[in-house]
C-alpha cells in the first residue's frame, strides 16, 4: 500500500511539472516587442521625431512616433485629391519581421500579386488600426510611407509580433 500512494505521489508530481511549460505572460511579451522595435530603430539609424514635420518631409532616417505606438514616415506626398472617409483605394504593400534575419513577403508588384488589396478610408475591413492611422498622413492617391505597426494596433492582435511595412495606396476615381 505504501509503494502504491509513493508511486501516485511521484506520479502527481510528475505531472505538476511537465504539465507548467515556460510560458511568458503578456506583459513579457509586450516588453520583448518593445525592445525588438528598439533594436531595430537601432540597427536602421532611426530618428524617433516627437512632432510630425510641418511641412510632411521627413529625412531618410526619420520615423514620427504617434500615440497609439505606430512609427511612420512619409516617402511621397501623392496626388490628386485628399482621401475622404468611405474613399476606396488600392493598396499595395510589403511586410517584414523586425528581426535581424526577417521574414518578407511582398505584395507591392502585380508579379508577387496580381490583385491587390481594396480598402476603404475609415473601415477596419481588410485594414487595422496602424494601417488606418497611416492613411491619414498619406492622404492621397500615389502616396507611399514606412510604417512600424505594434501588436496592439496590428492586423493579427493575438500574435505579439510587430511588422514593418512599406505601403503605397492609389486612389479608386468614382
Not at 468611405?86 to 493598396?91: A, H, K, P
Request: proline content about 5%.
Amino acid at each position: 500500500m505504501k509503494n502504491k500512494l509513493i508511486l501516485l505521489l511521484g506520479l502527481g508530481i510528475l505531472m505538476l511539472m511537465t504539465s507548467c511549460p515556460d510560458t511568458k505572460t503578456y506583459s513579457q511579451e509586450l516588453k520583448e516587442e518593445e525592445n525588438l522595435i528598439a533594436d531595430w530603430l537601432t540597427r536602421n539609424n532611426i530618428v524617433v521625431l516627437d512632432e510630425f514635420p510641418e511641412d510632411s518631409v521627413f529625412a531618410e532616417n526619420e520615423m514620427y512616433l504617434y500615440e497609439n505606438g505606430l512609427y511612420f514616415q512619409l516617402l511621397s506626398k501623392g496626388e490628386g485629391d485628399t482621401l475622404r472617409h468611405g474613399d476606396t483605394f488600392i493598396l499595395r504593400y510589403s511586410q517584414s519581421t523586425l528581426d535581424e534575419n526577417p521574414i518578407v513577403e511582398d505584395y507591392l508588384t502585380t508579379q508577387d500579386r496580381p490583385y491587390p488589396t481594396e480598402i476603404t478610408y475609415g473601415s477596419l475591413t481588410n485594414s487595422c488600426e496602424g494601417w488606418q492611422t497611416a492613411f491619414e498622413a498619406m492622404k492621397r492617391g500615389e502616396s507611399r510611407a514606412k510604417i512600424i505597426v505594434p501588436s496592439q494596433i496590428g492586423r493579427n492582435q493575438s500574435v505579439v509580433t510587430p511588422y514593418f511595412y512599406e505601403l503605397r495606396i492609389r486612389k479608386i476615381p468614382k
